[in-house]
């Protein structure tokens, strides 16, 4: 499945990162006949970073840069169809890291120097989704909680994914071959 949208930043860490983009690749493997079902998935978020304070070692804070997380998350979850609907919930943990830019100065050079920090968090995630089957995939719209156990400028990272996408159905299609 692949889904793309927002992430929102809520709590402390609302205050250095805007959101921008979303996109999130998964797979979601059934455990029988009873609707749970494991949930490994790679996301990656794009938020606009407003640097609060300067990094150890910079001088000057960044402005209207970006921020790139890239978090694997596995999570269990459970499936209840009614129709050509079907309505999930989830959780788990995972973890991965979030870059963030650095700029040093030169002034006698005139030149600016980038460079990425790597930070790098847990997560734990927890959400819901919907879907609508049209045949041989479905349509799905997902949110999500992500608290991250690290920080990003003293802040803890939290962010609200909001996806839309299509998942086709894998098992489906195996099955005709």
């Known amino acids: ?16 990162l805007n959101p921008k983009f979303y996109t999130s690749l998964g797979i979601n493997l059934g455990l029988g006949d009873s609707g749970l ?35 694997l998350n596995v999570a269990l979850g459970y499936r209840k169809i009614v129709n050509k609907w079907a309505f999930c919930g989830f959780a788990g943990a995972g973890g991965g890291f979030i ?17 990425n920090k790597t930070n790098g968090l847990g997560i734990a995630e927890g959400g819901a989704g919907i ?7 479905n349509l799905f719209v997902e ?3 992500m608290y991250g156990f690290g920080k990003i400028q003293n802040r803890t990272f939290n ?7 299509i998942k086709p159905n894998l098992s489906k299609l195996l099955n005709k071959l």
Not at 58 to 71: F, I, N, P, V
Not at 105 to 111: A, F, I, R
Not at 131 to 137: C, D, L, R, V
Not at 159 to 165: F, K, L, S
């Open 1 to 16: 499945m692949s889904g793309i949208g927002f992430a929102f930043t809520v709590g402390e860490s609302a205050d250095c």
């Open 37 to 71: 079902f494991l949930y490994p998935k790679v996301s990656l978020h794009a938020f606009t970073f407003n640097q609060i304070t300067p990094d150890e070692g910079y001088t000057y804070t960044l402005q209207k840069s970006r921020a790139t997380t890239y978090l």
């Open 99 to 115: 870059l963030t830019p650095q700029a040093a100065v030169n002034p006698s050079l005139l030149q600016v120097s980038l460079s």
């Open 131 to 137: 879907e609508y089957n049209i045949g041989g995939a």
């Open 143 to 145: 949110a999500s909680y």
């Open 159 to 165: 962010t609200v994914p909001i996806a839309v996408g």
